[in-house]
């Protein structure tokens, strides 16, 4: 994950969206430890804003993915939409 920032760039995202976001999921993903109780790591994900940066750099991930990727996935969108605009809409924004 320290390293995804190539990934994010070549779909498109510039580093001042993510920097923060990727430096505080992969301080979270450090705290992971398999002895982790679950209730510390229920505890970790309670936090909105934790949780919410969380979901969206996985969110950056898989646009990420999409983008770099369109080939692949255009075909499974619905009426044609750009891969770009999909992932504007349906895949980045939070609340979704």
């Keep these: ?3 995804c ?14 920097g923060d ?3 505080l999921f ?9 002895e982790m109780k679950t209730e510390e790591l229920v505890e ?3 936090n909105p804003e934790v949780s919410n940066y969380l979901v969206l750099m996985l969110r950056f991930l898989t646009s990420s993915q999409l983008r770099n ?7 499974f969108i619905d ?8 992932c ?6 939070i609340d979704k």
């Design 1 to 3: 994950m320290k390293n």
């Design 5 to 18: 920032g190539e990934f994010l760039k070549q779909a498109g995202f510039e580093g001042l969206v993510f």
């Design 21 to 23: 976001v990727q430096d």
């Design 26 to 34: 992969v301080e979270k993903l450090q705290h992971l430890k398999p």
């Design 44 to 46: 970790m994900f309670r």
């Design 69 to 75: 990727n369109a080939v692949l996935y255009e075909t």
């Design 79 to 86: 009426n044609g939409m750009p891969i770009e605009m999909f």
């Design 88 to 93: 504007q809409t349906e895949v980045e924004p």
